[in-house]
Nanobody
Framework: QVQLVESGGGLVHAGGSLRLSCAAS????????IGWFRQAPGKERELISC????????YYKDSVSGRFTLSRINANNTVFLQMSSLKPEDTAVYYC?????????????????WGQGTQVTVSS
């Protein structure tokens, strides 16, 4: 069974850090691009970071660039999103997803396998 499971969310004060994990099962994560999305209350879900499997290139949305780092540990079939200097506007449900393709896509509809999401709340 193909599955992604996120963990690591929680409540943190502004300026703090969290590390989200995304564990894959049923397929080999290193062979596919993996992205992190988030959805804040009342807003659309947005892609904030994605890493290609083909060349390791990583994309970051401007609002998180310099504060968030996506990394992968292939041996553990897991990817991480290290989040630092968190702001209240980072409060959202965070999802990992894969397009089951080696290259990232800018279209959410291309991402066919999703985790259940993990809540991140940043207090001011």
């Amino acid at each position: 069974q193909v599955q992604l499971v996120e963990s690591g969310g929680g409540l943190v004060h502004a300026g703090g850090s969290l590390r989200l994990s995304c564990a894959a099962s049923g397929f080999t994560l290193e062979n596919y691009a993996i992205g992190w999305f988030r959805q804040a209350p009342g807003k659309e879900r947005e892609l904030i970071s994605c890493i290609n499997s083909s060349d390791g290139k990583t994309y970051y949305k401007d609002s998180v660039s310099g504060r968030f780092t996506l990394s992968r540990i292939n041996a553990n079939n897991t990817v991480f999103l290290q989040m630092s200097s968190l702001k209240p506007e980072d409060t959202a449900v965070y999802y990992c997803a894969t397009p089951r393709h080696y290259h990232c896509s800018g279209h959410e509809s291309d991402f066919t396998t999703w985790g259940q999401g993990t809540q991140v709340t940043v207090s001011s």
